[in-house]
Structures are given as C-alpha cells and as structure tokens.
T-cell receptor, first 113, second 111 residues
Framework: TQLLEQSPQFLSIQEGENLTVYCNSS?????LQWYRQEPGEGPVLLVT?????EVKKLKRLTFQFGDARKDSSLHITAAQPGDTGLYLC?????????????FGQGTILTVHP | NAGVTQTPKFQVLKTGQSMTLQCAQD?????MSWYRQDPGMGLRLIHY???????DQGEVPNGYNVSRSTTEDFPLRLLSAAPSQTSVYFC??????????FGPGTRLTVL
C-alpha cells in the first residue's frame, strides 16, 4: 500500500507570510497532484507534476516534484485570506491505474487578515 | 456541462439499512472513482472503474458494491450500513491524461 505523508496538518498564519506544505512518500509516483478543497465542496485540481525535479508556478503558488518522484512541496508566497482552505496532495500511478489516487491527510490552512 | 453530479447531498441511515449513492458525469470520461473522506485521513479510494462493465476495488472496498452499466453513471451501494461508514463520499471522473474532476459530495450519517 502506497502512503503519502502530508505536513503540517494545520497551519495558521498572518496575511503576507510565506508557507510551505510538504508531501512525502517512500513510493515512486508517476504523477503528483495538488488539490484545494472548500468546505462543503469537492477537491479542485490546482496542478499536476509528472517529471522529477519539475517546478510549476501558479501566481503566488509554487509546486515542486522531487527528483526521485517520491515527494512534493507547495509554497505560497505572501498568503492572503482567500488562500484559506484544505490543501491535498495526491499521487498517481498512471496507465490503467490512472483514476486511482493516493491522497495525503491534508493541510488545513487559515490565513488571518 | 454539469460536470460530476452526486445525489443525495445529505443522508441519514439507521444501522442495517441499504442505500445507493448516485454519481453521474456528462463529460464522456472513461475513468470514474469513489472516495470517502474522513477527518485527518484525506480521501481513500473505495472502488473505481476504467470503463463501462469494468470495476475494481480500491483501498477500502468492504461494505460497498459498485457497477458500471453506462459510461455516464457509477452508483455506489451500501448493502447494510454501519456507523463506521459515516463519512463524506466523493465521486470523481477523468479522461487520461486529463485532470480529475470531483463531484460536490454526499454527507452520510449512519446511526
């Protein structure tokens, strides 16, 4: 069974601060996805990384896939209250396992004005 | 497009009752999945399907049945509900190598 350890589980910061969320595994994944989830809604995909060492930027969010494709990080610069939510990482195997995702436990981010 | 739709949004069952959670997508996606979300545990895969007539078990399949008679629909059946099945259930669909789309969820309470 593949496991994804996500940390920290809770993060409470002030507006304007920077933060990093980590997602680690002992298993290799063919892709790593990051989702954001609002209360009462389903997860919404932010980004997919597929190449070891890959870095993707989405406005103030920077996503990185580890060289060995076992870990990933999400860095938010100058956090805003609108960034508040649950962030989830998920690993995929590709091929016929494409729809089978292994999720981390999630990080609840609260950004105070 | 409505995307992925799930019904009902909320449901309360008594132990031993059965019910079906409905999931439909109008994006012609081949792959569909069911996940449950519990506090502090992220989402865990229950069952998934790579096409009509093809289903397979995920990480936590016990107590749940699925079938996939059409591309659009992927219902999840609880045969005899237990309090341990109290959770939020999400259906998802995708067409590789595209992104995963999730439905809004069904919040189930089993008393």
């Amino acid at each position: 069974t593949q496991l994804l350890e996500q940390s920290p589980q809770f993060l409470s910061i002030q507006e304007g601060e920077n933060l990093t969320v980590y997602c680690n595994s002992s298993s290799v994944f063919s892709s790593l996805q990051w989702y954001r989830q609002e209360p009462g809604e389903g997860p919404v995909l932010l980004v997919t990384v597929v190449t070891g060492g890959e870095v993707k930027k989405l406005k103030r969010l920077t996503f990185q896939f580890g060289d060995a494709r076992k870990d990933s990080s999400l860095h938010i610069t100058a956090a805003q209250p609108g960034d508040t939510g649950l962030y989830l990482c998920a690993g995929g195997d590709g091929g016929t396992s494409y729809g089978k995702l292994t999720f981390g436990q999630g990080t609840i981010l609260t950004v105070h004005p | 497009n409505a995307g992925v739709t799930q019904t009902p949004k909320f449901q309360v069952l008594k132990t031993g009752q059965s019910m079906t959670l409905q999931c439909a997508q109008d994006m012609n996606h081949e792959y569909m999945s069911w996940y449950r979300q519990d506090p502090g545990m992220g989402l865990r895969l229950i069952h998934y399907s790579v096409g009509a007539g093809i289903t397979d078990q995920g990480e936590v399949p016990n107590g749940y049945n699925v079938s996939r008679s059409t591309t659009e629909d992927f219902p999840l059946r609880l045969l005899s509900a237990a309090p341990s099945q109290t959770s939020v259930y999400f259906c998802a669909s995708t067409l590789p190598p595209g992104p995963e789309f999730f439905g809004p969820g069904t919040r189930l309470t089993v008393l």
